[in-house]
């Protein structure tokens, strides 16, 4: 089943409209951006409830600018694979080349072994990363859209006075 994304241009990430559900407004989504709604939140009266650990929100193209201060720390994780990534490759022509050196042989294969750890250890934190500023951004929403709600209810009751 394909989920329907409703991108916003200037949104970081795209809204996961659950299956049931009508389609936003892109006010409504730019309005809620990276708000989570809670499990008995419906959208309309009759709405199905989300599938359990439903995503609202996925990372679209402008997530890397918008959050690359949260992800520099795990940089090196990527270079240091890709700098053994490189010595392999050396190290192997050079086997190749030289095939009595079995120094070279052992420097290769621990490149090898080394890089992939540097690579799925890159990925893991790359993931918790994510994660985590999906969470710290949608507690963020959750207090933008409580004040907006608030400030909205505020004038709706000073206009009916």
Known sequence: MSVRRVRISGLPADFCVPPGWPVPSERWVRENALWAPPPAWRPIPGAPRPPTGWRFWTPNEGWSRYTAPFYRPIR???????????????????????????????????????????????????????????????????EERTKRLTREYQLYLRDAA
């Open 76 to 142: 090196k994780w990527a270079l240091t694979a890709n700098v053994l990534a490189a010595v392999w490759i050396i190290t192997s022509i050079a086997t190749a080349l030289q095939p009595t050196a079995v120094s070279l042989r052992a420097v290769a294969l621990a490149a090898f072994v080394a890089g992939i750890g540097f690579a799925l250890a890159h990925r893991a934190l790359w993931k918790r990363t994510t994660a985590t500023v999906f969470s710290e951004l949608a507690l963020v929403a959750e």
